[in-house]
């Protein structure tokens, strides 16, 4: 049963989140790399256009098309690369791990709420966060792009971003579910961090090898793959590879796992 005190614990939690040194520096971010994907977009077209003109020996002529979609586009691989994800982690790991090391947890622990209740309540402001800094570098990229680029009004390149980004948010949300059940594990944010860190940086080498062993004809491993956590988390790359729904199934339950341990975790610990 959803407790009456809900809303209102959401909204702390909010508040705390983006009130946070993580939060503001994420936020940032997403701003940044839309405005870097706008110049970056223009100053390779400028590059591209003089190449090509002193190649053919005429003057400089304008023959780079681009859109506000495409530089939108740029700017979702720019933001999912490795900073914004980072900034993700430590704000997650700030309002679990952090609230646990420093003592403050407790003081929602001995309200009559259940304890499920308070990891929902931060895993929604976690969520309106990454949900902020897409809409920020959306809004900001194609916005930007247009008035440089004008928009593709044909060819469904529109509808297309757009479920890119909102793949994106579910990836984050796999992240942040990670993180939370990390929390629950490691009393420390460096700690959390650190082991995000390793589980990624291995589960990049078990792709690897797990794509070795099938180019070698080991049929069983290239079958794995798509269930890697890695694999998984790129599910937002579909809007331009071609969605795969054994990639969303994966998160999926890698979502509902991380979030199902965390919560029972939470239960048996005697916070301080």
């Known amino acids: 049963m959803i407790p009456r005190q809900f809303p209102r614990m959401v909204l702390a939690e909010t508040r ?4 946070s040194g993580s939060a503001i520096a994420a936020i940032t971010i997403a701003v940044l790399v839309a405005i870097g994907a706008v ?6 077209g400028h590059m591209r256009d003089s190449f090509s003109a002193s190649v053919n020996g005429q003057e400089t002529v304008s023959n780079f098309t681009s859109s506000g979609e495409y530089v939108a586009g ?5 933001r999912n690369f490795f900073l914004l994800p980072l900034f993700l982690l430590l704000a997650t790991a700030g309002s679990v791990a952090g609230e646990l090391g420093e003592r403050t947890l407790r003081e929602l622990v001995v309200r009559p709420v259940p304890r499920w209740s308070i990891l929902a309540a931060k895993l929604l402001a ?9 809409v920020v570098t959306l809004t900001l990229s194609l916005g930007l792009g247009a008035a440089f680029f004008g928009l593709d009004t044909a060819g469904g390149a529109l ?8 793949a994106s948010f579910l990836s984050d949300v796999g992240l942040i579910s990670l993180t939370m059940l990390a929390s629950m594990l490691v009393s420390s944010v460096g700690g959390v961090v650190v082991a995000m860190l390793l589980l990624l940086i291995l589960d990049f080498g078990l792709g690897l090898l797990l794509k070795l062993l099938g180019a070698v004809g080991v049929e069983e491993a290239a079958l794995v793959v798509p269930y890697t956590l890695g694999n998984a988390l ?4 579909g809007s331009e590879k ?3 729904p054994v990639q969303f199934g994966a998160l999926g339950v890698y979502i509902v796992v991380s979030a199902v341990f965390a919560v029972a975790r939470f239960h048996r610990m005697d916070v301080p």
């Open 159 to 166: 509808s297309s971003l757009l479920l890119g980004y909102a």
């Open 16 to 19: 705390k989140v983006f009130t």
């Open 234 to 237: 790129g599910c937002w790359i």
């Open 39 to 44: 110049f970056g977009v223009w100053q390779w």
């Open 242 to 244: 071609g969605w795969d």
């Open 74 to 78: 740029w700017a979702l691989w720019a």
């Open 126 to 134: 976690l969520c309106a966060l990454s949900i902020v800094t897409l």
